[in-house]
């Protein structure tokens, strides 16, 4: 036992990798046998090691969740700027101009519009949480067009931990409601074409979300929500800690 704590120690970015990894199996395995994908694996997953980093930082007595506990030492550096920048890239570098131009106008009023409503929207949320700060209220309603977006912002404006934690809860939230009301109000709303699900890709955002709706409504539809849903990411973590921030800072 001496030995394997002495190779945990030594090797704290590959345990990260592991438990990461497992985590995601298994929520994964769970949202596609039990819930029948309704809830994205990817949601479970967050909403779990949220859940842990807390349980973490109450037995470490720490700041850093899990990462406070000598054997998951490396997650500090898993779950760095780092790897999270490089992890945003890696998800919009799949996407393609070319396709996104075919969706038009529509395509980029909707996202213009998604990111405005949102950010507005998790803006009056913070604020009615007591959140006075520009930082903090921009963090938060970053957090609201997805939970990507969220901890981003905060990284870039320095808010602290637990508004980015509020942020990514937030945008959890938001990405199991996309996923639970899509295939209900999807004949209501005309989502039955490819230009309606790049719309409404572009205007929910939340890559994970629209993803799971759409394949629980139409899997051909897929493919056209998540182009518009990759951009608006990347669009929300260009102008959510720059003009955005800079808006609120100006009012507040």
Request: charged share 10%.
């Amino acid at each position: 036992m001496e030995e394997l704590i002495k190779v945990i120690d030594k090797n704290g970015l590959v345990v990260a990798f592991l438990l990461v990894g497992l985590l995601t199996w298994l929520t994964d395995l769970f949202s596609k046998k039990i819930l029948n994908s309704r809830v994205p694996g990817s949601a479970i997953a967050i909403f779990l090691a949220l859940a842990f980093g807390y349980l973490g930082g109450v037995i470490g007595k720490g700041e850093n969740g899990l990462a406070d506990l000598g054997l998951f030492k490396g997650l500090a550096l898993l779950g760095g700027s780092m790897f999270r920048d490089f992890a945003i890239v890696a998800t919009a570098v799949g996407a393609s101009f070319l396709l996104i131009r075919k969706s038009g106008l529509l395509g980029l009023i909707s996202l213009l519009l998604g990111i405005l409503v949102f950010f507005v929207a998790g803006v009056a949320m913070a604020w009615a949480w007591g959140y006075r700060d520009a930082v903090s209220l921009c963090t938060i309603g970053a957090g609201a067009c997805t939970y990507i977006v969220g901890p981003v912002t905060g990284g870039a404006l320095g808010a602290s931990s637990e508004v980015i934690a509020l942020s990514i809860g937030t945008g959890v939230v938001k990405t199991i409601a996309v996923t639970i009301f899509t295939p209900i109000l999807a004949s209501k709303i005309g989502l039955s074409n490819p230009s309606a699900a790049m719309a409404f890709g572009g205007i929910m955002g939340t890559s994970s979300g629209v993803a799971a709706g759409l394949a629980a409504t139409d899997p051909k539809l897929v493919p056209y929500g998540a182009v518009t849903a990759t951009f608006y990411t990347g669009l929300g973590c260009l102008v959510c800690p720059s003009l955005f921030f800079l808006m609120l800072d100006w009012i507040f």
